[in-house]
């Protein structure tokens, strides 16, 4: 959203009713235009414009006590190859993908320290 020139956070637009119409709201850009990260409540469903992907439930931590991750390496490959499927596939060259999680905790940070690696790899 643009007012006089000056762009305003998607937590401002969220706030006072307009949105973006180049970002998905509450969603945080890895890839300029191309790969969020977001937290939502519900499973949203998938526009002209926008994939939602989710692997709260694909790569899942088996703990040894009453811990809940890191993922591991493997893990992290996996999730790696399938983003990159997912940047390359033809059908998905004009949307913008959008990874997101669910507000459990332990499911959140699992998912952020996933993208977070891929975006350090």
Known sequence: MTVEGVRHSAILSALFGGTDESEPPGAAQFIKERLYFATLRSKPKSTANTHYFCTDDEF???NFYADFGPLNLAMLYRYCCKLNKKLKSFTLTRKRIVHYT??????RSNAAVLIAGYAVI
């Not at 669910?102 to 499911?107: I, L, T, V």
Request: aromatic fraction near 22%; glycine fraction near 0%; hydrophobic fraction near 20%.
């Open 60 to 62: 899942v931590y088996e």
């Open 102 to 107: 669910s507000f459990d905790q332990r499911k």
